[in-house]
T-cell receptor
């Protein structure tokens, strides 16, 4: 089974702090994704990556950056945290193969910015 | 751009009954994939069922089946013999044939009542 591990289930930070959310997958997947999940808005894609050192902006990249130095790890960075970034953050990965490849999700990190 | 619409924010069903969750989408693509994901309370999001758009036959997975109407761009999920463990948020998702980016709906919160 694919395992996607997010470093923290709950995180509380202060406005203006630099925040790192870490995600690791153990299936050698090329593709990794960061979403934020908000009530009534569903999942919105922040950034994704198709390979090491590659990144693509999703629908809501403002205020975020990412890092993919190793294939198994995809980090989301809040450069200067703000209260409107309080949310649930979900990491996902998917691999190559025949037919549609589903995304496999981590447990999520519930981030509160005070 | 692709959009996915889930028009039922909340639904409930009696245990052992059948319930149908609706999903519509908008795309100019001819070939694509569709998914239903389930997110139980405080638990990981997992894949329920998938459908390739070029397949006429509706996908089924045990008690879960879809009604895929390509012309109408509709992809509803039917849950038969509902169980308490089906209580969750359900997300419909669209994926283009090329690339691995998903587009999610806003979700339907389903409660199974004992």
């Amino acid at each position: 089974d694919v395992k996607v591990t997010q470093s923290s289930r709950y995180l509380v930070k202060r406005t203006g702090e630099k925040v790192f959310l870490e995600c690791v997958q153990d299936m050698d997947h090329e593709n990794m994704f960061w979403y934020r999940q908000d009530p009534g808005l569903g999942l919105r894609l922040i950034y994704f990556s198709y390979d090491v050192k590659m990144k693509e902006k999703g629908d809501i990249p403002e205020g975020y950056s990412v890092s993919r130095e190793k294939k198994e790890r995809f980090s989301l960075i809040l450069e200067s945290a703000s209260t409107n970034q309080t949310s649930m953050y979900l990491c996902a990965s998917s691999g190559p193969g025949q037919g549609p490849q589903p995304q496999h999700f981590g447990d999520g990190t519930r981030l509160s910015i005070l | 751009a692709q959009t996915v619409t889930q028009s039922q924010p909340e639904m409930s069903v009696q245990e052992a009954e059948t319930v149908t969750l609706s999903c519509t989408y908008d795309t100019s693509e001819n070939n694509y994939y569709l998914f239903w994901y389930k997110q139980p309370p405080s638990r990981q999001m997992i894949l329920v069922i998938r459908q390739e758009a070029y397949k006429q036959q509706n996908a089924t997975e045990n008690r879960f089946s879809v009604n895929f109407q390509k012309a109408a761009k509709s992809f509803s999920l039917k849950i038969s013999d509902s169980q308490l463990g089906d209580t969750a948020m359900y997300f419909c998702a669209f994926m283009k044939l090329i690339g691995n980016q998903f587009y999610f709906g806003t979700g339907t919160s389903l409660t199974v009542i004992p």
